[in-house]
């Protein structure tokens, strides 16, 4: 006997889907987009070198300490909540950084854009995992990965051509205000999965002992 109920849920995880990859391009454009600005940022604090290491070389510290609190967030509080959060963290640390007037307030406004990046894109890819069908979750993966790439490619040249136009501290508000229409997008048309099967069945390999951790998509 057929049913319709696949197709139905088949249509129903592309609004979501679209409006995460929506968030990712927003929060990847962000960051990937941000190394035209750094000469820029260099001279007008008078960076040495050593200051400019450490002012690049602070996302990679922040990531290696807020990645898993981020997803402890994420399971707390919801991915929507906290990817929202994050890409208005994002935009409200870039609009703060664009007004800096010295090499202190630079790193600590650089600091809090790295925080809600960080939470934003482990929200991310927990709500790729929570969105997809489990059949195309592998391929979902990729198109997230592309869109990543995509927002690079976007993302260096828009922020080479607006700082060569306009400056770097307003180029860096054009990031902010990317961050934003993700966030909204992202927060209209997201919709909660608390009792879709993906998430059911997370939790009930994540309670059973004797089977693989890795067959959940939180993990």
Known sequence: MTTTVLPTASANWLLPFASTLIAMFALQLSNLGFSPLLPSIQQEFGMSYTQLGFFTGLYGLLAMLLSVPAGISAKRFGEKHVLGIGLLGVAAGSVLLGEASSFGSAIAFRGLTIFGYRFAFVSVLIAIALTAPPSLRGRTMGVL????????VVGAPLGGMLVGEFGWRIA???YAAMALVGATVFWLFY???SDDPVRAGAETVHGA????TFHSPII
Do not use: E, P
């Not at 990965?145 to 690079?152: E, I």
């Not at 002992?209 to 693989?212: A, D």
């Open 172 to 174: 860096i508000l054009g």
């Open 209 to 212: 002992g004797s089977q693989n």
């Open 145 to 152: 990965g592309a869109t990543s790439a995509l927002a690079s």
């Open 191 to 193: 919709r909660s999965t």
